[in-house]
């Protein structure tokens, strides 16, 4: 049976359904397709606020990197410093500017728990803000601003700081007082006793043994482990109260092992390992033209020059082998200033006082010494003989002659050149007994060179006075094993001498206090100035204390001096003693007027000390003890202090071929056995390796048989008692040295973000 059929739909109806459907599927997807759009538009212009915020975080960035290198450059900014910069950053205009914060500077003490934690700091504060706006539609799309601190940490805290591997491996006991830090790795051990520990009575209350390495127990150079080490905790909980707890660091059985950090846990925080490395002054800082103008030459008060292969001479003196001068930035002479100098040089000293009124320092057997002379080399392989005179036979490999004999001196002839046989002056080839008039000379053959006048020391013997001859001879360096060319100055002397001079007519202001105080800048010029390894030399001596107008103290800013060369630097004798009371200066025979101590640095190529005993005109005159045995007399050492920091190069050790450690940074000479001790107060900085001295440490102790050329051992030198310390002068920001070196760091301590 057929189902009945509906009734037919109306056709209209259905059509107007689709329509409705179709409507609302074409809102929708137009709804859709304006979403897409907006988002597109939003995810572009999220995109580009972000590369605009990282354009205008990258100028802070900037701004603050620009104010850690000036501060690296040992310039504070100002001025110019603070205009609004501008440059481009994908495809943005990107301005920042730096505005200073009042009280600039701070003297600070970085507080527990950041890096070096108790060091004094000085910070300066800035802010910066930055905006970056798009090149194309000129909308602004970010704009930021930060608080930053600028720190500068004198690298003259610390009792040593090195760039490379550090190794204090002392055969006697030895006392460290202060910090110790290395960008490398440390090694740590002792023929005896070493001790790391800190000095209340004397102001040095933290100890601080870091390294950005490793820390050894045991030598670099084998795998030996020997002698006691110990280093203070970072507590006191043990009598007597007062000062830090001491803790032994013991050898793993006898060989050289990694102390880990687990074992240095039990310190409590004075020793670290894997500590953050920290930047370091450039290594050229200490160049000069033409190799570069470094930091040093170019702000320098004074440049003396020892000028080799140019010959010289002081008004009225004879014609010699090089020249003594002052020079200009450039390098070249300071005419005005050298004539000046050489008044200073040549002014008689009648009964230890200069013409124009200053008091000499040197007194006794030493007084009337020339200020500032030359140490020649003597000619090698000369046997020229004479009446009265002996043959020479001095060289780097025959060290053993008479090197005050007068005939191992090069001579001049009236054009200023050298004479190859060491000729006198004026005399026809192939002899040597006529002067300069062809006359015969009898009771003095060396007449206007090089002559029996010329000691450092008078020793009976006129001194300056009549003497016009600059130089005397000659150094032997046993661990080079080469004749030395010195340039000497006596520094006291020289700033007292200024001192006096009347307005115009001085070489420098006693009483600057630009870069902290003087800075006094001593070379050697010659054709091996920047080989690798040369025979150049510079000496302070005399300097026992220094001439300034202002003194140390509560409310004084001192002024100070840091002395630099290129150049390997000796120093002979007591600097810089001051007001100290301790040995030897508080027992009889103490000079009863000591100067009060100033700020002061030697920064070298390497650092040489020569004792008070060095230049004894009774026994040895003009370096003559330099070439004999270690076992002469005459090399014997006497106590000698010194307060000053060093920053000199120190050489590598490799395997079996030791350094000499840190007990060996100051190059040794002498005789120090059985009691002299070399007091030192001051800070031992080393940021790389010697470039002119390439002579290895090879040990103590030596001697040469009568005649013999080759020594038994080293024939360098014997250990002094060693009683080292920081010197806590150092923190107080004022009595740091003259562009002291240091590291800077900068720290960010806010950001914000305007949102636009």
Not at 360 to 377: C, D, K, Q
Not at 388 to 412: E, H, L, V
Not at 612 to 638: E, H, I, P, V
Request: proline share 7%; glycine share 12%.
């Amino acid at each position: 049976m057929k189902q009945p059929r509906h009734p037919a739909q109306p056709r209209g109806i259905a059509l107007i359904g689709v329509l409705i459907a179709l409507f609302f599927l074409s809102a929708l997807v137009a709804t859709l397709g304006t979403k897409v759009v907006l988002d597109t538009q939003l995810q572009g212009t999220y995109a580009q606020s972000i590369v605009g915020f990282h354009a205008a975080e990258s100028a802070l960035n900037r701004g603050m990197g620009e104010f850690r290198q000036k501060f690296l450059d040992y310039v504070v900014p100002t001025g110019s410093d603070f205009d609004p910069r501008t440059f481009e950053w994908s495809a943005r205009n990107v301005t920042y500017q730096l505005v200073e914060k009042p009280g600039n500077p701070r003297n600070v003490t970085i507080p527990a728990g950041q890096l070096f934690a108790g060091l004094n700091s000085l910070e300066y504060g800035y802010t910066v803000r930055a905006k970056a706006v798009n090149q194309t539609n000129g909308d602004e799309e970010a704009s930021v601003g930060a608080e930053f601190l600028v720190g500068n940490i004198p690298l003259f805290q610390f009792v040593a700081f090195y760039e490379r591997d550090l190794e204090i491996l002392p055969g006697p006991t030895m006392s460290l007082r202060g910090r110790v830090h290395t960008n490398g790795d440390l090694y740590l051990g002792s023929g005896n006793t070493l001790t790391i520990e800190d000095d209340p009575a004397n102001g040095i209350t933290t100890v601080q043994v870091s390294a950005a390495g490793r820390i050894f127990r045991g030598r670099k150079d084998n795998t030996q482990c020997t002698g006691t080490v110990v280093i203070d905790k970072l507590e006191d909980v043990v009598s007597p109260f007062g000062d830090l707890d001491p803790l032994s660091l013991p050898c793993v059985g006898s060989t050289r092992t990694q102390v880990s950090s687990s074992t240095l846990a039990a310190w409590k925080g004075s020793i670290i390992s894997g500590m953050q490395s920290v930047s370091v002054p450039r290594p050229d800082m200490l160049s000069r033209p033409p190799q570069g103008a470094g930091l040093y030459w170019t702000r320098a008060d004074l440049r003396i020059a020892l000028v080799l292969n140019t010959p010289g001479q002081l008004p009225g003196g004879p014609l010699l082998p090089a020249r003594i001068e002052v020079q200009d930035a450039s390098g070249n002479q300071d005419a005005i200033k050298t004539a000046l100098l050489y008044t200073f040089m040549s002014d008689p000293i009648n009964g230890g006082t200069y013409a124009n009124g200053a008091p000499s320092s040197l007194t006794g057997p030493l007084a009337g010494t020339r200020p500032i002379y030359y140490t020649e080399v003597p000619v090698r392989g000369f046997t020229l003989s004479l009446s009265g005179a002996t043959t020479c036979t001095c060289s780097d490999t025959a060290p053993n002659c008479n090197n005050t004999n007068p005939s191992c001196y090069p001579q001049m002839n009236s054009a200023g050149t050298a004479l190859a046989d060491n000729r006198y002056i004026g005399c026809p080839a192939g002899t040597g007994t006529c002067n300069n008039g062809g006359q015969a000379l009898n009771a003095n053959p060396f007449n206007r060179t090089y002559g029996s006048n010329n000691f450092v020391g008078t020793g009976g013997r006129p001194g300056m006075l009549g003497d016009l001859d600059y130089r005397r001879g000659g150094f032997y360096n046993w661990r080079e094993r080469r004749w030395m060319y010195l340039l000497n100055v006596n520094v006291a002397d020289l700033l007292r001498w200024n001192a006096y001079q009347p307005a115009g007519s001085k070489l420098f202001d006693n009483a600057d206090t630009t870069d902290g105080g003087l800075v006094l800048y001593l070379t050697v010029v010659g054709p091996n100035s920047s080989s690798a390894a040369n025979n150049y030399g510079v000496r302070v001596f005399g300097s026992r204390n220094l001439w300034f107008p202002t003194n140390p103290g509560p409310g004084n800013d001192p002024t100070g001096i840091t002395i630099v060369s290129d150049q390997a630097m000796y120093i002979q004798g007591d600097f810089n003693q001051g007001n100290n009371a301790a040995p030897p200066y508080g027992t009889a025979g103490a000079p009863a007027s000591n100067l009060p101590k100033q700020p002061a640095a030697f920064l070298a190529d390497s650092i040489n000390i020569l004792s008070n005993a060095y230049f004894d005109t009774a026994g040895c005159k003009n370096d003559c003890q330099s070439n004999k045995s270690l076992t002469d007399t005459s090399r014997r050492a006497t106590t000698t202090w010194i307060h000053a920091g060093f920053l000199a190069g120190v050489d590598d050790t490799t395997s079996g071929n030791y350094n000499g450690g840190l007990e060996n940074y100051p190059r040794f000479h002498e005789d120090w056995s059985g009691g002299p001790t070399f007091y030192y107060r001051g800070s031992f900085v080393s940021l790389g390796t010697p470039l002119h001295v390439n002579g290895r440490w090879c040990g103590t102790g030596g001697s040469l048989s009568s005649g013999s050329q080759s020594p038994s051992g080293c024939n360098i030198y014997n250990p002094p008692v060693r009683d080292w310390n920081y010197d806590p002068f150092f923190n107080n920001a004022a009595n740091l040295p003259p562009l002291t070196p240091r590291f800077v760091y900068v720290q960010q301590v806010l950001f914000t973000e305007d949102f636009l």
